[in-house]
Nanobody, 121 residues
Framework: QVQLVESGGGLVQAGGSLRLSCAASGSIFSINVMGWYRQAPGKQRELVATIGSGGSPNYADSVKGRFTISRDNAKNTVYLQMNSLKPEDTAVYYC???????????????WGQGTQVTVSS
């Protein structure tokens, strides 16, 4: 079993910054792609950013130039540095690991519980 635990959400004024962290725990051998998604009230969950095990990032157009995704493979942790935040960035942010190889099996599609990010105008 794999658990993803997010931290770092909160309330910030427009123009401010936040850093989200997501740590994966369990008997993990490797994780393929890790990423961040978000869901605002009344909207579908959307991709924010992903990063492969080799460090190749991918961003939604809405966050390019403002958000930076990174990961520490030794700690099975992914980060999201969010700068120049806007009220439209307000959402619950979820961590995702698309494929986790453990000592027992391969687990596809793991999600964290989510962390609230609120940006006030």
């Amino acid at each position: 079993q794999v658990q993803l635990v997010e931290s770092g959400g909160g309330l910030v004024q427009a123009g401010g910054s936040l850093r989200l962290s997501c740590a994966a725990s369990g008997s993990i051998f490797s994780i393929n792609v890790m990423g961040w998604y978000r869901q605002a009230p009344g909207k579908q969950r959307e991709l924010v950013a992903t990063i492969g095990s080799g460090g190749s990032p991918n961003y939604a157009d809405s966050v390019k130039g403002r958000f930076t995704i990174s990961r520490d493979n030794a700690k099975n942790t992914v980060y999201l540095q969010m700068n120049s935040l806007k009220p439209e960035d307000t959402a619950v942010y979820y961590c995702n690991a698309d494929k986790v190889v453990t000592i027992a099996r391969v687990i596809v599609g793991s999600w964290g519980q989510g962390t609230q990010v609120t940006v006030s105008s």
